[in-house]
């Protein structure tokens, strides 16, 4: 059986088998951390492009109000099932990002702002984030480098095989664009008796972004730039940093 999906769409069902490598405690305790060190220690707290609810579910059980948006129905779904009732999970694009009000943070973990391709659109992502922010409200957010996609995932074909799933991730990064795309696809057993396999493809493209651009177009947005941080540390950028994290505060 074939079938083609937006992203995130057939993927779902089997993301978290395939990223199990992912330290999500670490990451929820750095990016717990940083929420501390900027006065966030209750209230609503947004998690943008929450996907299965990893961190949602970390952040919710610290005692914030948690809301989780993605664009993937299908990636929600999963997020149910591990996240409070009290959740608030909503199936949005970043891009229109639209709440009942306002919060006192937006948290954006796993490269879920590289999907933004343009400086037009991160810009508008950066201004709808703005919008919604308390007054003081603070930004965190993640980004792979251009470091990342060239010199550490490159242009390589990763297999990855499980007991019931097959994952096959195709790279491809084209520096002058800095875009890297991704052909994903899964074989995942359907019917064991018939030896009945489901497959699945989907692409992917993130794009790499310069840190003083980002500064610059949250800037724009009215986005007053915090820090930038060498991901899960406190280091400034370095040449060969492979993910950067971004702090921001509505003024």
Known sequence: ?????????????????????????????????LLEEYDVTAGLVVDLACGTGNM?????????????????????????????ESVLLLQQDMRELDLYGSVAAVVCVCDGMNYILTEEELRTVF?????????????????????????????????????????????????EAGINEYLVTIYQLAEEKRDLFRRVEEYHRQRAYTPDLVQ??????????????????????????????????RA
């Not at 970390?58 to 409070?84: H, N, V």
């Not at 996609?149 to 491809?172: M, P, S, V």
């Not at 177009?217 to 492979?242: I, T």
């Open 1 to 33: 059986m074939d079938e083609e999906m937006e992203i995130y769409g057939g993927f779902a069902e089997s993301y978290d088998l395939f990223m199990d490598n992912i330290p999500y405690d670490a990451w929820h305790t750095y990016v717990h951390s």
């Open 56 to 84: 949602t579910e970390r952040l919710a059980a610290d005692g914030y109000d948690m809301i989780g948006i993605d664009q993937s129905f299908e990636m929600l779904d999963i997020a149910r099932t591990k996240c409070p």
């Open 127 to 175: 201004q709808r984030v703005k919008i919604f922010l308390d007054p003081g409200g603070v930004f965190i957010f993640d980004m792979k480098t251009a470091h990342f996609y060239q010199h550490i995932l490159g242009n390589r074909t990763i297999t990855d095989h499980r007991e019931d799933a097959t994952l096959i991730w195709e790279n491809e990064y084209h520096p």
């Open 216 to 249: 610059h177009l949250l800037e724009e947005a009215g986005l007053q730039v915090e820090a930038v941080y060498d991901a899960f540390s406190k280091a400034e950028p370095a040449e060969n940093s492979e993910r950067l994290y971004f702090i921001a505060r």
